[in-house]
C-alpha cells in the first residue's frame, strides 16, 4: 500500500493486487487499540475500531478491498497478520489514481491476467509479500520455546519466558502494545532473578 502510494503520488500509472482480505485502519486507530488491550477483550476491540474506520473509510468493498471475517487484533493474535496501516492510498483509490486487481492467475511477459479474465499491461511488478519469522531456523535449543512457524508454543500472556534465561519479546504476535508488555516482564523477570540472588 505504501509502495503504491509513492509511485502514484509521483505520477506512476499504479495498480495493486488484493491477494485476501485486510483490515485497512489508521494510525490513531491502531494507537488507541493498542491502548484499549490492556483493559478490553480483543473482540470488543475489534468491533469498536471496525465501527470506527467504517466511519472513516466507508465501504471498501465497491473499490476491490474486503475485510476478512475476524477483527484486526484478534487476527493479529491469532496469525501474525496486521492490518494496514493507511498513508493516503485509499485515497487515492477512491480517486481511481490506484487501480485494485484480484489475485493474478498469469504473467505473460508484460500482460498480467488477472482472476476472472482481465488483462492489463504494465512495465514493472513489484512482490511485496510480507514476511514470515524464521527464529525457529537459526534458535537450537533443548527445550523446544518455539513452535514450526517460529512463534512461541505458549498462548500469551505466557509466551515470553522459556527456560535457561530464554525469553522473547515482540514474537506474541499483539503489535508494539506486545514487545512493550513482553519487554516489561522481561525485564521484571530478570530483576527479580537479580534480587534473588543478591539476597
Known sequence: MEIAYDLASHGANTSIVMRS???VMTKELIRL?????????????????????????????????TRPEKGPFVLKSETG????????????IKKDK?????????????TIEFEGGKEASFDAIVFATGYKSTTNL??????????????????????????????????????????????KNIANDIKRSIDSMCS
Open 33 to 65: 487499540g493498542m491502548t484499549l488491550v490492556h483493559y478490553l477483550p480483543l473482540k470488543m476491540i475489534d468491533g469498536l475500531l471496525l465501527m470506527m474506520a467504517n466511519a472513516v473509510f466507508g465501504d471498501l468493498s465497491r473499490h476491490g478491498i
Open 81 to 92: 497478520r496486521s492490518p494496514v496501516i493507511d498513508v493516503g492510498t485509499i485515497g487515492l
Open 21 to 23: 482480505p485486510i483490515h
Open 98 to 110: 490506484i487501480k485494485v486487481h484480484g489475485r493474478i492467475t498469469k504473467i505473460k511477459g508484460r
Open 138 to 183: 537459526w534458535l537450537k535449543n533443548d527445550e523446544d520455546m518455539l513452535n514450526s512457524d517460529g512463534v512461541p508454543k505458549k498462548e500469551f500472556p505466557n509466551h515470553w519466558k522459556g527456560a535457561n534465561g530464554l525469553y522473547c519479546a515482540g514474537l506474541g504476535r499483539r503489535g508494539l502494545a506486545g514487545i512493550a508488555m513482553d519487554a
